[in-house]
C-alpha cells in the first residue's frame, strides 16, 4: 500500500500553468522519485556521450508463504556503494517499484514448460516531470521442466526503445548461454558513449565457442522519433480513432488503453505521446500499469495510461470522472465522451485524415522509420499551421526574458474554427509549458 501512494503521488507533473493550483499532495509528498535539475521539464532526455544505461535489473519470482509468486529483484548492476543518506534512499525507493512494473499482472503465477519472450517498457515520472525509462524483456530462462519467466530490465534516463530492444536482444541470447555471459556485455555497454542521432557506436563482446562479436548499436537520425513505431497504432486502431485519440490528448483528458500484451500498451501509448510533438504530454503518464495501481483510473487530473484487457471489469466498477477507454485489441472505443470528433478543425482534421490513410494501408511499401517520418509529419504540420506563429507574439524585454502576447496571438488566426481550437489549446499545460521554454530561450545581445 506504501508503494501505491508513493506512486498515486509521485507519477505526476508538477509543472503547472501559471495561476492554477499545485497538487498539494504532491508537492509535500517526501517520498518520491530523485528529482532531475530544478525546471527540467523534457520528457526524456537523448543527449549524445550520456551513459547508455543507470541500472541492469534482473526481476525473478519468488514463492510468498500463501503458495503465491512475488516479483523480486535477483540481481542489479551495476552496485552503487558510497552513497549518501539521500542517494540511498532514493535508490532504494526506485529498486522497490521496479518489480511491479516488471510483472504488473500480478501474483497469480505457476511454473510453465513455454513461455514466449516479450518486450514491453514503463515510465517512472519524477515529480519535476524528468523521466526513467525500463526497458523490459521478460522470458523464461533455458532449461528442462517447469520454469518461472524473468524480466531483464534496464533502466535509463535515454529515450531510443529501437536501440534497446536491440541490446535486449543480445541480453536473451546470452542469458541461453549463461547469466556470467551477460554482465562483460553490459559492462562494455556501461562504458560506451551513448552516440549522437544518426551514428553508431560498436560493442566488443565474447561468447564461448562464438569468440569476439562486434554488436552495433545506431541510433536513428531523427531523435524525436527513436522512441516510436507508429506502424504499431495503425495496425490496431483506423484513421478516425486514431484523430479521436489526438484529440483527446491534445485537450488533456482522460485516457486509458486495453490491451492484454504488455508490449502492444507501451508501443501504442508511446505513439499517442509522439503525435503530441513539438508539445509534450505533461501530466500522469503510465505505459502499462501494474494491478495494485488500478486506481489510478480514479485520479481527477489528466492522465494516460495502459491497462491489461483481463482488468476490464475492474476499470469499469472504478467511479472515475468522464474518459476515453480505448480497446486495443478490438480496434474501437469503449467509453467516450461525445465531442471528439468536432474538437479539431475540419478542415485540417480532413488533411491528417487523408494522410494516415494513406500510411494505414502501407503493404510494405515504407520501412518502419519512414512511416514514422511521414506520419510525424502530418501532425507536426498541423501544429505549425495553428500555431507557428508564436514566435511572432513574443515580446521581447532589453535583457529579460520574453512575455508571451497570448490575446494578439489568438486575434491573428483568420479562421474562425482554427481560433476557437486554439483558444482552447493555449490553456492546456503542454502548450503553456512550450511557451515558457520559448520565453527563456532567446539570449540577449550584449549591449541591447
Known amino acids: 500500500s506504501s508503494i501505491g501512494s508513493f506512486f498515486r503521488r509521485s507519477l505526476r507533473r508538477s509543472g503547472r500553468r501559471e495561476g492554477k493550483q499545485e497538487d498539494p499532495a504532491a508537492e509535500s509528498n517526501p517520498s518520491r522519485l530523485p528529482q532531475g535539475k530544478a525546471g527540467e521539464r523534457s520528457s526524456v532526455l537523448c543527449s549524445a556521450g550520456q551513459f547508455f544505461f543507470e541500472y541492469l535489473v534482473v526481476v525473478s519470482l519468488k514463492k510468498t508463504s500463501d503458495g503465491r509468486y512475488e516479483p523480486k529483484i535477483a540481481y542489479q548492476f551495476p552496485k552503487r556503494e558510497n552513497l549518501l543518506k539521500g542517494q540511498k534512499e532514493e535508490e532504494e525507493r526506485l529498486l522497490q517499484a521496479i518489480p511491479l512494473f516488471c510483472f504488473p499482472d500480478g501474483n497469480n503465477w505457476a511454473p510453465v514448460t513455454t513461455f514466449p519472450s516479450e518486450t514491453f517498457s514503463f515510465v517512472l515520472t519524477n515529480v519535476d516531470g524528468s523521466r526513467k525509462i525500463g526497458y523490459c524483456r521478460r522470458l523464461l530462462p533455458s532449461g528442462r521442466g517447469d520454469r518461472l519467466p524473468e524480466v531483464f530490465c534496464i533502466i535509463s534516463c535515454l529515450g531510443c526503445f529501437g536501440l534497446f530492444s536491440k541490446i535486449l536482444d543480445e541480453v536473451e541470447k546470452r542469458r541461453q548461454i549463461s547469466m556470467a555471459v551477460i554482465y562483460p556485455f553490459m559492462q562494455g555497454l556501461r562504458e560506451s558513449p551513448f552516440p549522437a542521432p544518426g551514428k553508431t557506436v560498436t560493442i566488443k563482446s565474447f561468447i564461448p565457442e562464438s569468440g569476439t562479436e562486434l554488436i552495433e548499436l545506431t541510433r536513428p537520425l531523427d531523435a524525436h522519433l527513436e522512441h516510436v513505431e507508429f506502424q504499431a497504432l495503425l495496425q490496431r486502431l483506423c484513421p478516425d480513432l486514431i484523430l479521436h485519440i489526438f484529440a483527446s490528448a491534445v485537450l488533456e483528458r482522460r485516457l486509458i488503453f486495453l490491451a492484454e500484451e504488455l508490449s502492444v500498451l507501451s508501443q501504442c501509448i508511446h505513439a499517442v505521446a509522439a503525435l503530441l510533438y513539438p508539445f509534450t504530454w505533461a501530466h500522469t503518464y503510465i505505459p502499462v500499469v501494474p494491478e495494485c495501481l488500478l486506481d489510478t ?152
Not at 482488468?311 to 469503449?334: F, N, S, T, Y
Not at 478542415?347 to 515504407?366: D, G, Y
Not at 522509420?369 to 500555431?387: D, I
Open 297 to 448: 483510473v480514479c485520479c481527477p487530473t489528466p492522465f494516460m495510461v495502459g491497462i491489461q484487457m483481463r482488468h476490464l471489469e475492474r476499470v469499469l466498477e472504478q467511479p472515475m470522472e468522464e474518459a476515453l477507454i480505448v480497446d486495443l485489441c478490438q480496434g474501437k472505443i469503449l467509453r467516450a465522451v461525445g465531442d471528439e470528433e468536432e474538437i479539431l478543425p475540419v478542415k485540417l482534421q480532413n488533411e491528417m485524415l487523408a494522410s494516415l490513410s494513406r500510411h494505414n494501408n502501407n503493404n510494405n511499401e515504407h520501412s518502419s522509420e519512414q512511416v514514422n517520418a511521414l506520419v510525424s509529419e502530418a501532425f507536426v504540420q498541423f501544429f505549425v499551421r495553428l500555431v507557428g506563429h508564436y514566435a511572432a507574439h513574443i515580446k521581447w524585454s532589453k535583457s529579460g526574458p520574453g512575455t508571451f502576447q497570448e490575446r494578439a496571438f489568438c486575434k491573428a488566426i483568420a479562421s474562425k474554427t482554427n481560433r476557437r481550437f486554439v483558444k482552447k489549446f493555449v490553456k492546456t499545460n503542454m502548450f503553456a509549458l512550450f511557451i515558457e521554454d520559448a520565453e527563456k530561450s532567446r539570449i540577449p545581445q550584449e549591449g541591447k
